[in-house]
């Protein structure tokens, strides 16, 4: 097992060299001068030499090697960078608008798994009954709409029926629990829905295959009842795919909501790339595109060790 932890750790470190060489070559192409964004006026407002001092001062003059060699060393210690924009380490930005990412994250979830999980094996034990179709059907729909319109619709419907409006300021959690659950609950409803829908799609699937295997008739043959057979030998035994879709939603939302906090105006790490790839602030959109990247590595790394926990016979094809 340790030598699979290993492995899955070289092969996530190579990930993540890979993706911050790419983040930083991606963002020296694309269009737009970054001094003349620091600068803070238009490109014919600003002298050519006025620009060569801008990118003098912020290190853009040197090249492209030396840039990405010095970038390296700082992240080899720890040290994500300096905003442009700000002039605040990028550290700091980030874990002060973390918090309100993650738990957009985690309401999400757990609306999705609370709801999901249900609607799926209900889907699966009333299989062809009407409840089953309807159940299906709003699980489709909800996979076809995109959150970010999903949270349009709800703005809209907020403002017209109780004249709602997006809050100027986010209570974090640990100030002010409950008023940082009333503002979170609307962008965490609009990005569960479709994690929702997934879950209960993947969970029907799965029960529905589960429900035919052998050792479910022997169990329905002793005289257990329905619920115990669906929960307790159906359920438990067709977890693991369902486990495995949640680990990975959860880190693809993590850089899915960039639209979504837009939508409402939510300050997490996703209004911060758009403001920085659109600022051609350079440390902070490298800096948070690293920091998904790696959220998304480990993330991939606990769903392989849940596996190894719930499923013994996983732990054994890994010793060999």
């Not at 097992?1 to 020296?28: Q, S």
């Not at 009333?126 to 709003?138: E, V």
């Amino acid at each position: 097992m340790l030598d699979f932890i290993a492995r899955r750790l070289v092969i996530g470190l190579v990930t993540l060299i890979g993706v911050a060489t790419i983040t930083f070559f991606l963002m020296r192409v694309l269009p737009g001068d970054a001094a003349v964004m620091l600068s803070g006026a238009g490109a014919g407002a600003v002298s050519e030499q006025e620009l060569a001092e801008v990118r003098s001062k912020m290190g853009l003059d040197r090249p492209l090697a030396v840039q990405f060699g010095a970038w390296l060393t700082e992240l080899a210690q720890l040290n994500l960078g300096t905003s442009l924009r700000t002039g605040q380490p990028v550290a700091s930005e980030l874990a002060r608008r973390f918090p309100y990412t993650l738990q957009i994250v985690i309401m999400a979830m757990v609306i999705a798994v609370t709801l999901g999980v249900p609607a799926g094996v209900i889907s699966a034990a009333r299989a062809g009954s009407w409840l089953d179709q309807t159940l299906r059907a709003l699980s489709v729909g909800g996979l076809a709409a995109p959150s970010f319109w999903i949270g349009l619709l709800m703005i809209l419907g907020l403002v017209w029926l109780f004249r709602w409006s997006p809050p100027l300021f986010w209570e974090p959690f640990w100030v002010s629990p409950w008023q940082s659950l009333t503002q979170m609950i609307w962008p965490a409803i609009a990005v569960g829905l479709r994690q929702l829908a997934l879950i209960a799609r993947m969970t029907r699937s799965i029960m529905l295959e589960v429900l035919g295997e052998d050792y479910i008739r022997t169990a329905r043959a002793k005289g257990l009842s329905e619920k115990v057979v669906v929960l307790r030998h159906g359920l438990r035994n067709g977890l693991l795919p369902v486990v495995t879709l949640i680990g990975f939603e959860v880190s693809a939302l993590f850089g899915g909501l960039i639209v979504t906090e837009a939508v409402f105006n939510v300050p997490g790490l996703g209004q911060y790339v758009v403001t920085a790839i659109l600022n051609r602030d350079y440390p902070a959109a490298q800096g948070i595109v690293l920091i998904l990247a790696t959220i998304v590595v480990v993330g991939n790394l606990t769903v392989d060790l849940l596996y190894g926990w719930l499923d013994p016979r996983t732990r054994i094809q890994v010793s060999r």
